[in-house]
């Protein structure tokens, strides 16, 4: 069966075949911070508006400015924290955030028969759909638009203040 959101075939098994390879093998798992970011950002029924614009935050910060998972994770410790986060991140209706099904790449683009391949492959499925998801206008809300721009300047203009 064709996925609706990211029109690939079987796509989830897919997805939890690949979980599986990364948390037990430390080669593959290496990638994980972007399987699971690329596979959401396809998937956008699984997330609010905000956590989709967090997660395309997210991989931005991976690809372009090359920020590793523990910086990530040590920078945004408050920011996603559920007690402290302003906003959430999986949706609680699951209708898509966006009105997406054609992506360049999805994750049965990706193969996996040894690590060098499958982390070449993940790394280029994560650089094409970043890639098509900062093309999307996702017409944000006045609330959206004041999240995204505070998450924006207080990640990348920290050093500055």
Excluded at 11 to 32: K, M, N, P, Q, W
Excluded at 57 to 81: C, S, T, Y
Excluded at 109 to 132: F, P
Aim: glycine residues 4%; aromatic residues 10%; contains cysteine.
């Amino acid at each position: 069966m064709t996925c609706p959101e990211c029109g690939a075939a079987d796509c989830e098994s897919r997805f939890h075949e690949f979980l599986a390879l990364e948390f037990t093998d430390a080669g593959y798992g290496i990638v994980h911070h972007l399987t699971v970011t690329v596979y959401m950002l396809q998937h956008s029924s699984r997330l609010t508006r905000e956590g989709w614009l967090h997660e395309r935050g997210l991989l931005h910060e991976f690809l372009v400015e090359n920020k590793p998972p523990a910086f990530i994770r040590k920078q945004n410790k408050d920011l996603v924290d559920s007690g402290k986060r302003t906003f959430k991140i999986n949706s609680r209706d699951g209708l898509p955030v966006i009105n997406k099904t054609s992506w360049t790449k999805t994750i049965l683009d990706v193969r996996a028969e040894n690590t060098e391949v499958y982390c070449a492959d993940v790394n280029a499925w994560a650089r094409s759909v970043l890639e098509d998801a900062e093309r999307l206008d996702l017409k944000l809300s006045f609330g959206e638009t004041k999240l995204a721009n505070k998450k924006y300047f207080s990640c990348h203009f920290k050093k500055a203040i």
